[in-house]
């Protein structure tokens, strides 16, 4: 075997090795629940703090720079682009639980649930800690 090829050994390996240990880490491409298009791609994170995170890194269909006018706080008129979606969620029985989602269409914040079903991860984003009052989104896997 050539070097070449022990270090792509190696380097799929690795990354095999990663995507095991938290099958959520990477990009995903959102899916909007009523019409079926792609409207992003979102690329889900573990800090420091060893919680999750979900930053938009891509829209789909758009030209210029969209901001995010029905956010408020420090949200408001950012970029959606670099905007942090998906927050403080916490794996907890093979689920990320415990956080929040934002819909940077109408800049609310929703109770949210992120669990993988058929390999590909659903968002339930609810206004209900119980996630009774919600809707689900499922997102597909870059």
Known sequence: MTKRNLSLIAILFVATTIFAQN???GDWITVDDATGEQKSIVNIHQSDNGKFYGTIIHLFGQEGEELCT?????????PIVGLTIVRDMQL???ELRSG???DPENGKFYYAKIYLKDGKLVLRGSL???GLLGRSQTWLRK
């Open 100 to 102: 929040k989602v934002l």
């Open 70 to 78: 029905e956010c408020t706080g420090e949200d408001y008129n950012q």
């Open 23 to 25: 099958p959520f880490l």
């Open 128 to 130: 209900d800690k119980a």
């Open 92 to 94: 907890k029985d093979g």
